[in-house]
């Protein structure tokens, strides 16, 4: 099974910029589809990106694209998430995890391994 740690959160004004890393030890990383999921108080977690394990297709949130870009260093297993422009309502605890279904890529239960996580706050 793989461990996997988040890292880069923190608090930002709207408009500002962060980047969020995932590190993968003990288990295959190049291998799976990676995602990021964000869950704020009182709400149920959600889908913001995705890469297939090759880099080639990437997925987006509609809230999300155009301004957070998820990319992955596979000799290094990390995973990243450059989040620009960001708002109010990016404020969350964001999450990586590692895809072991094979339905909805924007579906958490499709998602067997899961860091703690890493909150993002950003003010107004």
């Known amino acids: 099974q793989v461990q996997l740690v988040e890292s880069g959160g923190g608090l930002v004004q709207a408009g500002g910029s962060l980047r969020l890393s995932c590190a993968a030890s003990?288990?295959?990383?190049?291998?799976?589809?990676m995602g990021w999921f964000r869950q704020a108080p009182g709400k149920e977690r959600k889908f913001v990106a995705a890469?297939?394990?090759?880099?080639?297709?990437?997925y987006y949130a509609d809230s999300v694209k155009d301004r957070f870009f998820i990319s992955r260093y596979n000799a290094k297993n990390i995973l990243y998430l450059q989040m620009d422009s960001l708002r109010p309502e990016d404020t969350a605890v964001y999450f990586c995890a590692r895809r072991s279904g094979s339905g909805s890529i924007a579906s958490a239960s499709e998602y067997r391994d899961w860091g703690r996580g890493t909150q993002v706050t950003v003010s107004s």
């Open positions: 890469s297939s394990h090759n880099v080639i297709t990437t």
């Open positions: 003990g288990g295959t990383f190049s291998a799976y589809t």
